[in-house]
């Protein structure tokens, strides 16, 4: 018993494998949010994003807004102090909505535990963007979702408000790309953004770079990303 738990211990702080490694998405998807978009977790490793431990969300985002340095204002003890609370949810991609999920509640950032959710990704959608690729966005206000099951949306629609439903600290917007319809029945694929601008949040310059496809990361390695309009 000692040595399988040991097992799953070290399974969980290491990266998880998919058979999708390496080979990310033909397609090239852009920013989900407008304004300076902090990528709180983001990229290939465990250092910036403790997502590659997971079979399907081996390649997530979560993604805030930020303003003069922050997310939130004051000492963010309520949601409406987050700069990304409220604000709209964009199609990365042109898609086909494949089901929604409502009626998770907002979580307080201040309080010790959670309230009861149906979902860790709390209020979510999945778009299906390719031959088995379907993007999953989660943390969504209740009763903002503006889409529904069957329905083609384009890139740049918006599909949602960000919140902070289920399984969430603070508000922020998870998004990630599986090759399977299901919520976390699937191996993550590498999601790439095109088209904008990133600096290094821990870089007192702040001197932005364009960079036209890239996996912006997170943690250690914070950076701040701006989408360019086309």
């Known amino acids: 018993m000692l040595v399988a738990v040991i097992s799953i211990s070290l399974t969980a702080y290491r990266v998880f494998p998919t058979s999708h490694d390496g080979k990310p998405s033909k397609l090239c998807f852009r920013l989900p949010l407008k304004g300076d978009v902090e990528v709180v977790q983001g990229g290939l490793t465990l250092d910036v994003n403790y997502h590659a431990a997971f079979p399907a969300e081996r390649y997530a985002y ?6 003069e340095g922050k997310t939130h204002r004051g000492e963010g003890y309520v949601v409406w102090n987050y700069h990304i609370y409220g604000q709209p949810v964009f199609a990365p991609a042109d898609g086909l909505v494949i089901y929604t999920s409502d009626g998770d509640p907002d979580q307080s950032p ?4 959670w309230l009861p959710y149906k979902s860790v990704a709390g209020n979510h959608l999945a778009i299906e963007v390719g031959p088995a690729e379907f993007v999953f966005i989660g943390h969504l206000q209740p009763g903002t979702i503006k889409v529904r099951a069957g329905e083609r949306v384009q890139t740049g629609q918006e599909l949602a408000r960000a919140g902070n439903s289920g399984r969430s600290g603070a508000p922020h917007l998870h998004i990630h790309l599986q090759d399977s319809p299901e919520f976390h029945g699937g191996e993550g694929i590498p999601m790439q953004f095109c088209d904008y601008l990133a600096y290094d949040l821990l870089d007192d310059s702040h001197s932005s770079k364009l960079i036209s496809q890239g996996i912006p990361t997170g943690k ?3 950076q701040v990303v701006r989408q360019i309009d086309p």
């Open 220 to 222: 250690q390695k914070k």
């Open 110 to 113: 201040s309080e010790e535990g």
């Open 62 to 67: 979560d993604l805030a807004l930020i303003q």
